[in-house]
């Protein structure tokens, strides 16, 4: 086995987190898709595959180091929103949230001398930079353009 309890235990939670997160966008890209927004909603769709696309590359870790993968059951998104700012807002503090769990996950593997985690892990360092980065600047532009003028943000996400 390549892997110790506590990481394979803390991965098991991250795949759930994955999928929580996707299941979270694609009720954002709903609530935009509800209002007409096409290219916000197509932004979220996006995220989420994105999300999904993650738990597996957690999944097939686990997998390959012969852990033992356990799904966690799942919580319900949030569904109901009352501003295109309180979407992304939410999705900016998930981001930021998630960047914490890869860096536990990451002392996990320093902490063990886990250097195949290590690198595996890296990856996902580096790719919440750009998910939060983009999530924040989504919301700066939310905050701009307010609720009533998001055509205006439809138009900055068409270029």
Request: glycine letters at 4%.
């Amino acid at each position: 086995m390549l892997i110790t309890k506590k990481l394979n235990d803390a991965l098991n939670a991250q795949i759930g987190r994955e999928m929580e997160a996707s299941n979270q966008y694609l009720q954002i890209a709903a609530y935009f898709e509800g209002r007409y927004l096409k290219k916000l909603s197509e932004l979220f769709f996006k995220q989420a595959a994105e999300e999904q696309e993650h738990a597996l590359k957690f999944l097939r870790y686990v997998n390959e180091t012969n852990g033992k993968l356990v799904l966690p059951a799942l919580a319900a998104p949030k569904a109901d929103f009352t501003s295109a700012e309180e979407a992304v807002a939410l999705s900016l503090k998930w981001e930021q949230d998630v960047t914490g769990y890869i860096y536990e996950l990451m002392e996990i593997a320093e902490s063990t001398k886990d250097y195949i985690a290590r690198e595996f892990l890296a990856w996902f360092v580096t790719e919440q930079l750009e998910e939060v980065s983009s999530m924040d600047t989504l919301l700066g532009v939310i905050k701009n353009v307010g609720d009533k003028n998001l055509i205006m943000a439809e138009a900055y996400l068409s270029h």
